[in-house]
């Protein structure tokens, strides 16, 4: 059962360009998560989704981000008009709506540089 | 904010026990305690949970005290490869609704 995958590893983006991070769920996963760690600081919560909705987007920045999850594909982060200051590593976790505990299983990460 | 409160740092000869505690006296009845961990630059890793009881898996093992308001993750014998940030989250468990809100952890180094 592969895990959590997301894609790019890395990226590289100008200012103003735009830049999209994918995540797809373990499979049989119907919860995805996105979280934001600025370097030497913590992780923090962007947002939660379910298919093709979105339940939980009290940590996203107010403007240039979004996030969906579609009924088919993966979930995805986009960032428009990219600043330095969105340099970080973006996580993306995923957990089943059947187990009581709900564990949050994390991906490896997407590591964005704003040149 | 974060309900949780970690030493910023602890060091731990490998082979040997590393005891890892947690303050989280605001604990309400129904909230979880559970505890993740992050090698530098991965994703973090589940490690554990539990309300109550104490609890053991094949990674570690967590001691709750009787009245809920500390806990103690326990890595019997911490390799280097154990060396990480490790976080200790309460959160209620149902439904998959609830935020992950991760504090400043504590920073185990194992040393040879």
């Known amino acids: 059962n592969a895990g959590v995958m997301q894609n790019p590893r890395h990226l590289v983006r100008r200012r103003g360009q735009e830049a999209r991070l994918r995540c797809s769920p373990m499979k049989g996963h119907s919860h995805v998560y996105w979280y934001r760690q600025l370097p030497e600081e913590g992780l923090k919560f962007m947002v939660y989704?379910?298919?093709?909705?979105?339940?939980?987007e009290s940590g996203m920045p107010k403007e240039r981000f979004s996030a969906e999850f579609p009924k088919e594909g993966p979930s995805i982060l986009r960032i428009q008009q990219v600043v330095r200051g969105d340099s970080a590593a973006y996580f993306c976790a995923s957990s089943s709506d059947r187990g009581t505990y709900n564990e949050q299983f994390f991906g490896p990460g997407t590591r964005l540089t704003v040149l | 904010d974060a309900k949780t409160t970690q030493p910023p740092s602890m060091d731990c000869a490998e082979g040997r026990a590393a005891n890892l505690p947690c303050n989280h006296s605001?604990?309400?009845?129904?909230?979880?305690v559970y505890w993740y961990r992050q090698i530098h630059s991965q994703g973090p890793q589940y490690i554990i949970h539990g309300l109550k009881n104490n609890e053991t898996n094949e990674m570690a093992s967590l001691i709750i005290t009787e009245d809920r308001k500390s806990s103690t993750l326990i890595l019997p014998h911490a390799t280097l490869r154990d060396t990480a940030v490790y976080y200790c989250?309460?959160?209620?468990?149902?439904?998959?609704?609830?935020?992950?809100?991760f504090g400043k952890g504590t920073k185990l180094t194992v040393n040879p």
């Open positions: 605001t604990i309400s009845g129904n909230e979880y």
């Open positions: 989250i309460v959160r209620f468990p149902q439904g998959g609704s609830e935020k992950l809100v």
């Open positions: 989704l379910q298919k093709e909705n979105i339940i939980d």
